[in-house]
């Protein structure tokens, strides 16, 4: 039975009965990068890419570079370690965690009419029980992905993050929000913004609390995710596995979804 499915699959990606979704937004010097008040500690610096050789007196016949980016840069996954909160968790960091959690089920929420009303807009445990009752259950074991087409800001940092001198104006989920989520036994959360807390979300009990109960109950994140829009509420399969960094708290990802074509 194994055999087979899996023969399937491989057929129905050839034919293009599935269909590979590009959910990674562009990574460079340009992408922009979550900015913490000073008070708050250090930033994670602009990604910026240093030429090793190319096809010169350095590397005649190649060309390579190497790079300078944090771990929690463009579209990126959250290991439980990231927050303190999972900070002693087992398996909690990009080497350790179980390659077979890379690979799950995917719940889209679309809030991208409301998010474009409203960009402090909150996901509430309302919403999610309306979405349930039109599409279905959210299963355990599976992602949940806020769909608000804030990506479509990503080519600017201004507009992406938002801010003014009240703080950054960005959706998200409320804390119940997640604790309903992680009731549901989800595997993760993730949206397209530059984290995967509102920008509101340091004034919240707990403060940050994608980042806080997430990563308490060994949960992970999706941060800066593109294309949600291409997605249906339901039947699709997500693919974010971070690089295999020994001890990293985080990994900027190719992140992709099956769905039917």
């Not at 399937?8 to 599935?18: C, D, F, K, Q």
């Not at 290991?79 to 900070?87: D, E, Q, S, Y």
């Not at 087409?149 to 950054?168: I, Q, V």
């Amino acid at each position: 039975m194994s055999s087979n499915t899996l023969s399937n699959l491989a057929s129905a990606l050839l034919s293009g009965s599935v269909k590979v979704v590009d959910l990674t937004a562009p990574l460079g010097p340009d992408t922009p990068v979550l900015y913490l008040p000073p008070q708050f500690g250090k930033n994670t610096p602009k990604v910026a890419v240093h030429t090793i050789s190319a096809y010169d007196q350095d590397g005649p016949f190649w060309a390579w570079n190497w790079l300078e980016l944090g771990e929690h840069t463009g579209t990126h996954f959250d290991a439980p370690c990231h927050w303190i909160t999972g900070k002693d968790n087992p398996n909690n960091t990009t080497d350790t965690i179980p390659p077979q959690n890379f690979v799950a089920p995917v719940n889209v929420i679309d809030r991208s009419t409301e998010a474009a009303e409203n960009p402090d807009y909150l996901l509430t445990v309302d919403s999610i029980k309306e979405w349930e009752a039109e599409h279905g259950e959210i299963e355990a074991g599976s992602w949940v992905l806020m769909r608000s087409d804030w990506y479509k800001r990503n080519g600017s940092t201004e507009t992406f993050l938002n801010a003014d001198e009240n703080g950054p104006h960005s959706p998200g989920p409320t804390a119940e929000a997640i604790e309903y989520l992680l009731s549901k036994g989800i595997i993760g959360w993730g949206q397209e913004t530059v984290g995967t807390d509102a920008g509101s979300a340091g004034g919240m009990n707990p403060p940050f609390p994608a980042h806080n109960l997430m990563h308490k109950n060994n949960k992970y994140g999706l941060a800066s995710l593109s294309n949600l829009d291409q997605l249906p509420p339901k039947g699709a399969v997500l693919i974010a596995a971070p690089l295999k960094f020994v001890k990293g708290t985080g990994s900027p990802v190719r992140a992709l979804a099956l769905i039917a074509g």
